[in-house]
C-alpha cells in the first residue's frame, strides 16, 4: 500500500511523541511492504510562531491531499494569552471543520498490570472496554462568542442532521461490540439536549431496534464512569460533554498518556491524536509517554488504511511492552527505573512481532 501521511508535531511534548507516531508506522511499513510518505506541517503555536496562522494554507492543503494526519498537540504558556486574536485551539479547531471529522473515537482499555497506577480500586477495573464517541465539530466550542467588560456568552447550537450523523456511527459501532450504547445528554436543562435525545431516541428505533440504549444525564454519567465504569461498552456526547468525560476515563487507564483517538468523517482523512494535551512542564525533557501516540496509529491503520492485522500487531506490541513491565515516568513511582519516551517507543517496536 502507499499512503501520504500529514505529520503535524504542534508544540510542548507534540514533536516528541509524533516522532514515536511516525517511527512506529515507519516499521510497520517496513514489516508489511507498504510505502508511508510524510509530509511534516505546521499547526497550533508553532505555525502562530513561523506563520503568524495557527493553521497555514500549505497545512490545510497537505492535510486534504493525505490519507490520514498524525498530530502531537497544540498550546502551552507562550502562546496562554485568553484576550489573543490568534491562539494555539484555533488551528485544531479549524482543522477538524476543514477536515470535516465530527466524530472522535476514544477507546478505553485496561491493561491489568497498570491497575495499581489509577487512582480507583483495583476491583473497580475489572473488565473495563469502552469506547466513548463524542461528537466534535457542533455544539458550545464551535458556536457565537460575544464578550463585554461585564459579560460574556457562548452559543451551543446543534441541527438535528449532526445528531443523526454522530448517533449512526456510534450505533454501528455498538453494533459490532455488545449492541449497547449510552447517550449522554443533559435534557433536564437543555434545549440542545433535549433534542439530542428526542432525535436519537427516534433514530434509533427507526434504524437501529435491537439496540439497547440508555439514557444518561451528564453529571450521572460523570459519577458512574468512577463507580461501576465496567458497565458501559459505547458512549456516545455531544462536544463539551464528551471532552470532560474522556479525560475522566483517562484516569480509569492509569494515565493520560496512554489513550489514543481517532477523529473521522463521512471524508477519507482521519485525524489521529493522543488525548493529551502539550504537557509544557515536561516538553523537552524526553520523558513524555508515547503509548497514547502510538495507540493512535493503531487507529489510523485500521481507520483511515483498512490494515486490521497491522492495528492489531501494534495494539498487542503496546499491551505486550507494558504488561512486561516498562514504564514511562507517569506510570511508576520508581522514577529511577522509568524509561524515556525514546526508550519506551524502541521496546514496543520492538514488539511488533508477527
Known amino acids: 500500500m502507499d499512503a501520504l501521511i500529514t505529520l503535524l508535531p504542534g508544540d510542548g511534548i507534540g514533536p516528541e511523541v509524533a516522532q514515536s507516531g511516525k517511527n512506529v508506522l515507519a516499521r510497520i511499513g517496513q514489516q508489511f511492504g507498504h510505502n508511508f510518505t510524510f509530509s511534516e506541517q505546521y499547526i497550533g503555536g508553532s505555525a502562530i510562531d513561523h506563520c503568524n496562522d495557527p493553521l497555514p494554507s500549505n497545512t490545510i492543503s497537505s492535510c486534504k491531499e493525505s490519507d490520514a494526519v498524525i498530530l502531537g498537540a497544540v498550546g502551552g504558556p507562550k ?29 478505553v482499555q485496561i491493561i491489568p498490570s497498570l491497575s495499581n497506577a ?43 442532521y449532526e445528531i443523526e450523523r454522530i448517533i449512526r456511527i456510534a450505533a454501528n459501532l455498538a453494533k459490532a461490540r455488545k ?81 489514543p483517538s481517532a477523529s473521522i468523517g463521512d471524508e477519507k482523512v482521519g485525524l489521529y491524536e493522543p488525548i493529551h494535551g502539550s504537557a509544557p512542564d515536561i516538553a523537552g525533557k524526553g520523558i513524555a509517554n508515547p503509548c497514547g501516540m502510538i495507540g493512535s496509529i493503531a487507529l489510523l491503520l485500521r481507520h483511515s488504511l483498512n490494515l486490521e492485522e497491522e492495528a492489531k500487531l501494534v495494539e498487542d506490541a503496546i499491551y505486550n511492552t507494558i504488561e512486561n513491565g516498562a514504564r514511562t515516568a507517569d506510570l511508576t513511582k520508581k522514577q529511577n527505573k522509568a524509561l524515556s519516551t525514546v526508550e519506551m517507543t524502541q521496546k514496543i517496536i520492538d514488539n511488533l512481532e508477527f
Not at 466534535?136 to 447550537?157: M, Q, V
Not at 433536564?188 to 439514557?215: C, I, K, Y
Not at 455531544?238 to 471532552?243: I, T
Request: aromatic share 6%.
Open 118 to 160: 489509577s487512582p480507583l480500586k483495583e476491583e473497580l477495573l475489572k473488565d473495563i472496554d469502552l469506547l466513548v464517541i463524542r461528537e466534535l465539530t457542533g455544539g458550545i466550542y464551535f458556536g457565537k462568542k460575544e464578550r463585554t467588560k461585564e459579560s460574556a456568552s457562548d452559543l451551543c447550537i446543534y441541527q438535528k
Open 179 to 259: 449492541n449497547k450504547l449510552c447517550s449522554v445528554d443533559k435534557a433536564n436543562v437543555l434545549e440542545t439536549s433535549r433534542l439530542w435525545r428526542d432525535v436519537t431516541t427516534n433514530l434509533l428505533a427507526n434504524e437501529f431496534p435491537n439496540t439497547n440504549v440508555e439514557h444518561l444525564l451528564v453529571d450521572a454519567a460523570a459519577m458512574y464512569l468512577i463507580s461501576r465504569p465496567a458497565d458501559f461498552d459505547v458512549i456516545v456526547t455531544e462536544n463539551m460533554f464528551g471532552d470532560i468525560l474522556t479525560d475522566e476515563a483517562s484516569m480509569l487507564a492509569g494515565s493520560m498518556g496512554m489513550l
Open 79 to 107: 502562546w496562554d494569552n485568553p484576550n489573543a486574536k490568534i491562539r494555539p485551539e484555533q488551528g485544531l479547531l479549524g482543522l477538524r471543520a476543514v477536515l470535516k471529522v465530527f466524530a472522535n473515537i476514544r477507546p
